[in-house]
């Protein structure tokens, strides 16, 4: 069974640090990862989709890269503001059973 | 364009009622999808949809049950609700499964007393 976890669960940094967040899970065959931020009362809102061919994507500030051999994903944040502030989740696409398996996410808190 | 919107935004529940939340897509996706999430947890997937007259269970399906008869719309309904389906939903939707992303609605917070 696919199981997704995030490390921190929680991060609290002064604006303007480089912040990197942790994903990992347990079986390689996967189609793609995607990281997701979630505000306070929100839905979810599409930040980077990896697919497995891939190593890595960017998006203006954010670059998340992907090591399927190894299961691990990570979401780099250059030059965090405070309005980066959210839950950050990461889901992997598996090859069995069609869905998503999302982590529990890590909180994220930019501090002006 | 709206996305993928959802109704109602809060609902309370008493033990055995029932109720159908709505979920609609402008986007002519073919995917939906039906998500709960707990305090502190992940997204675990309750049913989906590859098309019109096509559903299939996801990881939690028990004590819900869905259709879809339209491209658009994809409700849920909860029948006999139970304090253990207090939650907040989510729809999603996607052009197609696995090479695309899910786009999300904004939720809808139950809570069954």
């Known amino acids: 069974k696919q199981e997704v976890t995030q490390i921190p669960a929680a991060l609290s940094v002064p604006e303007g640090e480089n912040l990197v967040l942790n994903c990992s899970f347990t079986?390689?065959?996967?189609?793609?990862l995607q990281w997701f931020r979630q505000d306070p009362g929100k839905g979810l809102t599409s930040l980077l989709l990896i697919q497995s061919s891939q190593r890595e994507q960017t998006s203006g500030r954010l670059n998340a890269s992907l090591d399927k051999s190894s299961g691990r994903s990570t979401l780099y944040i250059a030059a965090s503001q405070p309005g980066d502030s959210a839950t950050y989740l990461c889901?992997?696409?598996?090859?069995?059973?069609?869905?998503?398996?999302f982590g529990a996410g890590t909180i994220l808190r930019v501090k002006s | 364009n709206a996305g993928v919107t959802q109704t109602p935004k809060f609902r309370i529940l008493k033990i055995g009622q029932s109720m159908t939340l709505q979920c609609t897509q402008d986007m002519n996706h073919n995917y939906m999808y039906w998500y709960r999430q707990d305090p502190g947890m992940g997204l675990k997937l309750i049913y989906y949809s590859v098309g019109a007259g096509i559903t299939d269970k996801g990881e939690v399906p028990n004590g819900y049950n869905v259709s879809r008869s339209t491209t658009e719309d994809f409700p849920l309904r909860l029948e006999l609700a139970a304090p253990s389906q207090t939650s907040v939903y989510f729809c999603?939707?996607?052009?197609?499964?696995?090479?695309?992303?899910?786009?999300f609605g904004p939720g809808t917070r139950l809570t069954v007393t």
């Open positions: 079986d390689s065959a996967i189609y793609n």
């Open positions: 889901a992997v696409y598996t090859e069995y059973g069609n869905k998503l398996v």
């Open positions: 999603a939707s996607s052009l197609s499964g696995v090479f695309y992303e899910q786009y």
